[in-house]
Every structure is written in C-alpha cells, then in structure tokens.
C-alpha cells in the first residue's frame, strides 16, 4: 500500500455535535505513524476546509477540498474546473436560493431545495454541464465529471503513485472516490451505497475505522 485517501468528515472526524467535527486523539496519533512508516496520506473531502484542522491538515501530504476540485500541495493552490463554470456559478448565486457554503468551485446546498435547483438547471440549459451529488444533508453543486475519483487521479499523478491505494469514505459521494482506488473501504457509519462498492466494511464507525485500516496496513493483514 502506497497512499491513504480519506473523506474527512465522517471518516477522519466524528459526527458532529453541536456544529462540531471532531477528531479523537487516537485517530491523530495512527495518522502520524502511518506517515512515518512511509504510507502517503490525502485528504479528499466536500467541503471547503475551514473545518478541517491545521493539524489534520499537517498530516496529509496533499489536501483536495471542494468535492476534490481544489488542491493544496507543494505550498501552491490548484483548482480543476472547466472552461465556462464561473458564468454556471454566477447564474446559481444570482438565483433566489441561499447556499449553505460557496467555494471556488463547488456551491452547497442544504437537501430540501433540490427541486428548486432542478428547476434552475432546466430553465438554463444546464443539466449536462453540472452535477449534483447528495452527501448525507447536504447537495453539492459540481462540473459534471469531477469529482473525487477524479481527484484521486489527479492525487496519483501528482505524488507520482505507483503502488496500491486504499480509500475511506462514508457519503454518497466517496462512491467513485472508492471505486477509483484499488481498494475501498466504508466506516459503519457509512451510507448503503457506499458500503455496497466496498471491498472492507469496518465494524467501526468514522475515525476508529481510519485508525484500524492503518493498523492493519502497517501490519502487513489488510483484508487477510
């Protein structure tokens, strides 16, 4: 195994209580053993990653936020996006719905205005040039074709992978994320389309499921 690649919010973090994401100390401490025992470590998550902290994100070698559609590595910002997507952008944020988050390139919003945003779409023309992708309470609002097992390629490419690739991730959209990598594996706590593409389903949810791959890699008995 060459590189972890995990969702971060219901993978890496613990549910959240009251607006919080948290992430046990134990989970800390496998991540830091896993980089000193070799294993590269990224990071590819929805959001924008104000949430994530500073020292999860020290831990990763390369961090892919939005949905997997902005990337830090190297001390340099790059964002994926096609040719003509700001104009999409501002036609969505000039619209009467109120986004629950807006990056570079993705737009959030909450689940209950998706016939809303359908509706949008269909009086613009614009159902083949975006994507919207359920993750557990919230719609995410993406180019179509990229996402994050189009992040996972790029991740590849850019930390020169060559060996196998483990990914972890619990929301309707790490379903490519784990079907891109050579093998994909779902938390308890993850939804049923994802554990369906699966190879390991751990018995434990979010970051004890991190913490015991990582144990299992390092001991040479994944999936044995």
């Known amino acids: 195994m060459e590189l972890l690649a995990l969702d971060y919010h219901g993978t890496i973090s613990d549910r959240k209580s009251r607006g919080l994401w948290t992430v046990q100390p134990e989970v800390i401490e496998a991540l830091i053993k896993a980089r000193k025992r070799g294993l590269k470590i990224a990071i590819i998550t929805s959001g924008t990653g104000k949430t994530v902290p500073q020292e999860v994100k020290n831990l990763a070698h390369i961090l892919a936020f939005e949905n997997g559609s902005v990337f830090h590595y190297g001390g340099k910002v790059y964002v994926d996006k096609p040719n003509g997507w700001d104009s999409i952008r501002h036609i969505l944020l000039n619209s009467k719905l109120k986004p629950k988050a807006v990056g570079k390139v993705v737009i959030i919003y909450g689940v209950k205005v998706r016939g809303e945003l359908e509706e949008i779409l269909h009086t613009h023309g614009l159902f083949d040039y975006v994507r919207i992708v359920k993750n557990i309470n919230r719609l995410i609002v993406a180019p179509k074709g990229y996402g994050k097992d189009r992040a996972l390629k790029t991740v590849r490419k ?25 093998i994909g594996i779902a938390p308890a706590n993850a939804v049923d389309e994802v554990k369906e593409v699966a190879n390991y389903i751990c018995d434990k949810p979010d970051g004890l499921c991190v913490k015991e791959v990582i144990e299992k890699i390092l001991e040479g008995k994944l999936l044995s």
């Open 158 to 182: 850019l930390l020169n992978v060559k060996g196998a690739i483990v990914a972890i991730g619990d929301g309707e959209n790490d379903y490519y994320l784990l079907r891109e990598a050579d």
